[in-house]
């Protein structure tokens, strides 16, 4: 992790989630998001399991069990609420031009509030990616949270979704001398992003454009 975001943000284990921490502070700064929070919400995906056995003693045989499994847990980067004005635009709920960049959970009937949970993960020749194995081990993860809690993980690599979205705009600064960092997906600010989505809608109702990307 670059020292300086280290300094800044002890919390975090990697730059990438710094990163999307600049995203959830330029969506709470537009009213897109309620709350958050990193790494307090935790989830069972295995029960732990005992399994019987009879220990022959001196003049009895008593029944026995041993741990055969211990119980996992999962903890996720961050959690998002969203505001209601973020449906349609970053959360499924009203018409689109395309497809949300995340699943709130309204989607599961569950909550009038949108959530969505992220894991973020570094970019494919990033460190971070080449020294994480829970690039492994996430796929699974997601599918037994999805089995055991009925919740989607999305698994975010900030600089692939700042190109989808928007860019925020402490990322287009670099870390130590603050100059501008170079870009190679053209920059929109939240606001930017926000407005296309919704004129690209008006678009494509009055010309049946599909899309405005």
């Not at 005992?50 to 055969?68: D, H, I, N, Y």
């Not at 460190?127 to 698994?155: C, D, E, G, Y």
């Not at 190679?184 to 454009?209: C, F, I, L, N, P």
């Amino acid at each position: 992790m670059n020292e300086h975001l280290k300094e800044e943000y002890p919390q975090y284990r990697s730059d990438e989630e710094v990163y999307f921490q600049w995203y959830i502070d330029d969506l709470i700064e537009e009213g897109f998001i309620d709350k958050w929070n990193y790494e307090e919400e935790v989830y069972t995906i295995f029960d732990s399991l005992k399994l019987p056995w009879e220990e022959q003693m001196k003049t009895q045989v008593s029944s026995r069990k041993f741990g055969a499994i211990q119980k996992s847990t999962y903890r996720p980067d961050f959690n998002l609420y969203w505001e209601d004005k973020a449906k349609g635009i970053f959360i499924s709920g009203i018409p689109s031009i395309q497809k949300p960049a995340f699943a709130g959970s309204e989607f599961l009937d569950l909550t009038d509030q949108g959530k969505s949970t992220i894991d973020v993960k570094g970019a494919g020749g990033s460190k971070a990616a080449k020294k994480n194995t829970s690039v492994i081990t996430f796929p699974l993860k997601q599918r037994l949270m999805w089995i055991r809690n009925n919740i989607f993980v999305h698994k975010v690599v900030p600089q692939e979704l700042f190109e989808k979205t928007f860019t925020p705009y402490r990322y287009i600064f670099t870390n130590q001398s603050g100059a501008k960092r170079k870009i190679k997906w053209k920059v929109r600010t939240v606001s930017e992003y926000a407005k296309m989505m919704k004129d690209g809608h008006k678009v494509r109702e009055e010309s049946g454009q599909s899309s405005l990307f």
